[in-house]
């Protein structure tokens, strides 16, 4: 019997049930494709490009607590240590934007570290 239904379905001239099933699944797998290609490139595009667990990323993150420290600790009435700290802060990144090639971050950070060491040469 089942031999016959076989038979029958290859003398057919229209396309079994199953053969449109699986056209329908290969459109659907290729569209699928299609939509999981383009939600990696949106996610390359946003993803960070910062290197982690390299040494540029460990003076990143000091220097960026001893910035905080040093702003918090200067409005607290210890001015000299936190334009200590924030100094030291400002060494940590120039060293990283020269890593980075990142002109902004060391401009940036060079000016504001010169402004807190003017602060300090005239304050003693």
Same mark, same amino acid.
């Given at each position: ?13 229209? @396309? ?5 099933? #699986? %056209? ?12 999981? $290609?383009?939600? %990696?490139?949106?996610? $390359?595009?946003?993803? @960070? *490009?910062? @290197?982690?667990?390299? @040494? ?7 220097? *960026? ?17 936190? %334009? ?25 950070? #060079? ?6 060491? *003017? ?6």
């Amino acid at each position: 019997m089942i031999n016959d239904i076989n038979e029958s379905n290859k003398d057919s001239s229209f @396309p079994s049930k199953l053969s449109i099933l #699986a %056209q329908e699944l290969r459109s659907e797998k290729k569209r699928l494709q299609q939509d999981l $290609d383009e939600l %990696q490139s949106d996610y $390359d595009d946003v993803k @960070p *490009m910062t @290197p982690t667990g390299t @040494p540029d990323w460990y003076v990143k993150w000091t220097a *960026m607590l001893l910035g905080v420290a040093g702003i918090f600790t200067m409005s607290a009435g210890f001015v000299i240590w936190g %334009q200590v700290a924030y100094v030291l802060s400002s060494c940590g990144w120039v060293y990283v934007g020269m890593q980075w090639s990142d002109r902004a971050i060391m401009i940036g950070s #060079a000016i504001s570290g010169t402004a807190v060491m *003017m602060s300090m040469v005239t304050g003693l």
